[in-house]
């Protein structure tokens, strides 16, 4: 793919040009590759080539905002698309705080974000890496099947225009091996997944992946039902990437400003453990979703929401900032061309300890290793805090891993259970999500099972 | 949107590398979607989004590629891409004749929405937030969507086959605030139909309002649900997304196949208490999962799945039915024109059994009344599932008494459909769905009378 973010910064300038007198106009211009490849029992179950651009307008005039998009870049539609939102601003009301942002002189960090080398990766180069992915995951325990092993990879370049001054254009790539395994003993059967994630094929560690993969699978063999009661829980760092989403999701501006945010008024208050320092860091190219850009133009920014345990700011977008009456963050986040920009984090981590899962696991007496979750959609609600989700673990018994369990819930509240972690681990492990993992502890959870 | 000679040149080609098969499926999406939010409306947002996505087999191997161009030279460039990713190494020249399907309506629309006044739209908004709000003083927001769309669609295969639709939704949810003493407590509730701007007048809209804002208001006496394993009645309309996740996905021959399914193999043997018929039915006018042809363009059909509690079949879409010899279910569905279509579910509903409801909770001595449910989710090759209850209340003596907090329900599919020992003859659909497999999402619908479980496992924290 060639480089047209300039090309697309072009299309951006030339509707921004459009604007009439009282008008502020944002023009967000995308375009995006992608590879899926999956094999299933040594073939190519699917080749997936996708490609997709587009563009969404925002019109803002005295308070009221109106906004269209189409999935196209075609000179004659992008015209209509304008025509379109100028209407529909009419059906908006209007918001005193309404508003593009605005150049706020943060410059962007430096970091590499895209990869030549991985554009010129050949189709059987990617192909031969699934098909690797699922003979390795195989050939880990003779108990195990291969579901799906899937080689993807990503290549989106956008550009954001306004007619405050905003003129910004970025591009990332990245790839990820993913497979998902069953193990079967018996009339049972028991499921696992691996990941690996890089900028480039030669940083993807295949063998990780397929292990996990395998250990996830086998291990739950003969789990059993647990009985009710409360318990300390290791989190596995990909179950905590899941956590961690949803507490960055209380944590935003836009939340606090609309009367949704469980940790509303609480800035300054210890909401969390002394050992949780949460950072939003999409400058940190080994976050999968690192980025140079926000949704709206502005630098991307490391931003401390947890310091030791207190909670120190909201992400903002440049509507909640300019509501909350402080500095934007550097937040806003959309859904592609299609969305408009809300307050969001971009690249969660809890800053690491130091020590290894297994070494954990050697210091808990009685708990449970949490392998996987389910339904964090479902039984958690991120306004009251409620937290419910099934889950699949090992349980500890006085400092080692014994029987696997399943078909049970753990629970508690959000906000319980940021004060209740123990300990966070030292295992950071970089996910295709916007969340990364690491082992956390938490105490006094409620488990429930027969 | 396509003439069908330039879907017979576009197949033509895509079968140049000695493909066994190629489908075109072309789409031409409109909508509008309002919000309000913090008592005013937000904005109004138009789109459009077209395309085709081409897919071609040649074996076991499927090549895919998009695109948004739908002139010819676009078509013939994704169906080049296709057919190199799916390429066998053969060759040679195959022209594709093609047989138009006749048309067929499941759901008729009187009313297009694209034909109706933007102001027509906010109004309901602005409707809603009155409603909401005045159902109790400690509602302290409101947000709320509406969104229309009308997809026009073309499938054409070197099968011969084409087929056109002409899909709308309409949709209305309402997600209400409300704070008190013990912090804050949420409520949603929606209303959507393949119907179209007539919607608005058979639903009041108040009426999805108050119902929201009432979930909101009962939930801030709610106390924390209960921890562990006990009986649950589930109000008819509420529940389908346990036989949805419990059993549907299980039923998908895609993942029967791969043996990712605890009902492989399990076709003739009884799987669930002989209480239960459980249909998918992509034929149910006006039903959010309803559709005239799957995305395949095959007619949509009532498929019994499981009848007084024997499994009679799986669901089937073009690749699995090939495969194995046998003819689709109507199943084929994608998300989008970017997507490759898989065996999915429509509207999926349990038939009514006989038994009054008040009686099933009159014969509940202790247990847990679910009357609202939030979504799910089920591994197919453990059965396990969970579901969220959004409004659920505890059940003593027999009676329904106190509110109960948010919290998943946790079981096995194979168990509880075992499990069900009462069913209601109170049959209703519940709120439209959007189901999600391998990251694409298509809209379903799903039902069941009142019925009792006689154990879940409760996800609550209290003991």
Redesign the interface.
């Known amino acids: 793919m060639t480089d047209r973010s300039s090309e697309l910064l072009a299309i951006a300038d030339r509707v921004v040009a459009l604007a009439q007198a009282g008008e502020q106009v944002e023009a967000y211009v995308s375009r995006s590759l992608s590879t899926d490849v999956r094999v299933?029992e040594g073939?190519?179950?699917?080749?997936?080539?996708?490609?997709?651009?587009?563009i969404g307008i925002r019109v803002i005039r005295d308070g009221r905002?109106?906004?269209?998009?189409?999935?196209?870049l075609d000179p004659a539609?992008i015209a209509d698309v304008l025509a379109?939102a100028r209407?529909?601003?009419g059906?908006?009301?209007?918001?005193q705080w309404s508003g593009l942002a605005e150049p706020d002189g943060v410059a962007v960090t430096p970091q590499v974000l895209w990869s030549d080398r991985l554009e010129s990766v050949p189709?059987a180069r990617k192909i031969e890496l699934a098909k690797e992915l699922e003979r390795l995951a195989r050939a880990a325990d003779s108990r195990v099947?291969v579901?799906?092993s899937n080689y993807s990879d990503s290549f989106g370049e956008a550009a954001v225009a306004t007619t405050t001054g905003i003129r910004v254009s970025g591009r990332e790539n990245g790839c990820y091996l993913s497979v998902g395994t069953?193990a079967d003993d018996g009339d049972e059967?028991?499921?696992g997944f691996g990941f690996s994630v890089g900028r480039d094929v030669d940083e993807l560690d295949i063998e990780k992946a397929a292990r996990e993969a395998a250990d996830r699978a086998t291990r739950l063999l003969g789990a059993t039902?647990p009985a009710?009661r409360r318990v300390t829980v290791v989190l596995d760092p990909f179950v905590t990437a899941q956590f961690l989403g949803i507490i960055g999701g209380t944590l935003n501006g836009d939340s606090v400003?609309?009367?949704?945010s469980?940790f509303a008024n609480r800035l300054g208050d210890q909401v969390a453990s002394p050992l949780v320092t949460l950072v939003d860091d999409p400058t940190n190219p080994l976050a999968y979703t690192a980025t140079d850009i926000d949704g709206e133009g502005l630098a991307a920014r490391r931003n401390v929401l947890i310091d030791r345990g207190t909670l120190g700011m909201f992400v903002q977008s440049s509507y909640s900032a300019r509501r909350m009456g402080v500095a934007t963050t550097g937040n806003g986040t959309r859904g592609g061309y299609?969305g408009?920009p809300g307050a969001g984090c971009l690249a969660l981590q809890v800053v690491p300890g130091t020590r290894s899962q297994a070494e954990i696991v050697a210091g808990i007496d009685d708990g449970i290793l949490v392998q996987q979750v389910?339904?964090l959609?479902?039984?958690v609600?991120p306004?009251?805090?409620?937290f419910?989700?099934?889950a699949?673990g090992i349980t500890i018994a006085n400092g080692t891993l014994g029987a696997p369990v399943?078909?049970?819930?753990?629970?508690?509240?959000l906000q319980k259970m940021l004060l209740d972690i123990a300990e966070v681990g030292g295992d950071l492990e970089w996910l295709p999500m916007r969340a990364t993992g690491v082992s956390l502890v938490i105490h006094d959870v409620?488990?429930?099972?027969? | 949107m396509i003439d069908n000679d330039v879907l017979e040149r576009v197949l033509s080609a895509a079968l140049r590398t000695g493909a066994d098969f190629a489908e075109i499926f072309a789409s031409d999406w409109r909508g509008t979607g309002v919000g309000l939010d913090d008592g005013r409306i937000e904005q109004l947002s138009t789109g459009r989004n077209r395309g085709a996505g081409i897919r071609v087999i040649s074996g076991e191997t499927t090549g895919f590629a998009h695109t948004a161009d739908l002139t010819e030279s676009g078509l013939l460039a994704a169906a080049r891409v296709a057919a190199d990713a799916a390429r066998q190494g053969g060759g040679g020249t195959r022209v594709v004749a093609l047989t138009a399907q006749p048309s067929r309506i499941v759901s008729p629309i009187d009313v297009d929405p694209s034909t109706v006044a933007k102001a027509s739209k906010v109004e309901l908004l602005r409707r809603v937030d009155d409603a909401a709000r005045s159902t109790g003083g400690a509602i302290t927001q409101v947000s709320a969507g509406y969104s229309d769309g009308r997809t026009l669609i073309v499938v054409a295969n070197s099968d011969g086959l084409v087929a056109r639709d002409e899909r709308i939704r309409t949709l209305l949810r309402v997600s209400a605030v409300a704070n008190g003493d013990t912090g804050m407590q949420t409520g949603f509730d929606s209303v959507g139909h393949t119907m179209g701007f007539e919607l608005f007048d058979k639903v009041q809209v108040e009426d999805v309002a108050r119902t929201a804002a009432t979930r909101a208001l009962t939930k801030l006496k709610a106390r924390p649900a209960p921890s562990g394993s006990m009986p649950v009645v589930i109000k008819a309309g509420s529940g389908g997304v346990l036989f949805h996740e419990a059993c549907g996905h299980g039923l998908e021959a895609d993942l029967v196949a791969k043996g990712a399914s605890v009902y492989r193999g399990k076709v003739g043997e009884l799987v669930a208490s002989p209480l239960v018929t459980l249909v998918d039915d992509g034929t149910m006018t006006h039903e959010w999962g309803a559709i005239a042809i799957d995305d395949e363009g095959h007619p949509s059909q009532y498929n019994v799945l499981i009848e007084n509690g024997v499994l009679t079949d799986y669901m089937w879409d073009y690749l699995r039915a090939r495969k194995e010899g046998r003819r689709q279910s109507g199943n084929g569905r994608r998300q989008s024109y970017k997507d490759l279509p898989m065996v999915r579910m429509t509207n999926t509903y349990v038939l009514n059994g006989d038994e009054a409801p008040a009686d099933i909770i009159r014969d509940t001595e202790s247990g847990v009344y679910v009357a609202h449910l939030g979504g799910g989710s089920v591994n197919t090759a453990t059965g396990d599932f969970v579901f969220g209850m959004t409004e659920a209340y505890l059940i003593e003596n027999g009676e329904i008494t106190e509110p109960l907090r948010e919290g998943n329900l946790i079981g096995n599919g194979p168990q509880v459909l075992r499990d069900i020992d009462r069913l209601g003859n109170d049959f209703a659909m519940g709120n439209p769905g959007t189901c999600g497999k391998d990251g694409q999402g298509v809209p379903v619908g799903d039902g069941q009378p009142t019925l009792r479980v006689k154990a879940l496992t409760i996800g609550g924290t209290a003991s």
Do not use: C, P, W
């Open positions: 299933y073939e190519v179950e699917h080749f997936v080539s996708a490609q997709s651009e587009g905002t109106g906004t269209s998009y189409a999935g196209t539609v379109e209407d529909n601003l059906y908006g009301e209007v918001d189709t099947r579901d799906d069953l059967t028991q499921t039902k009710s400003v609309k009367g949704r469980l299609a408009s389910q339904g959609h479902s039984g609600n306004v009251s805090g409620d419910s989700t099934g699949a399943r078909e049970f819930t753990i629970a508690s509240t409620t488990m429930s099972g027969a």
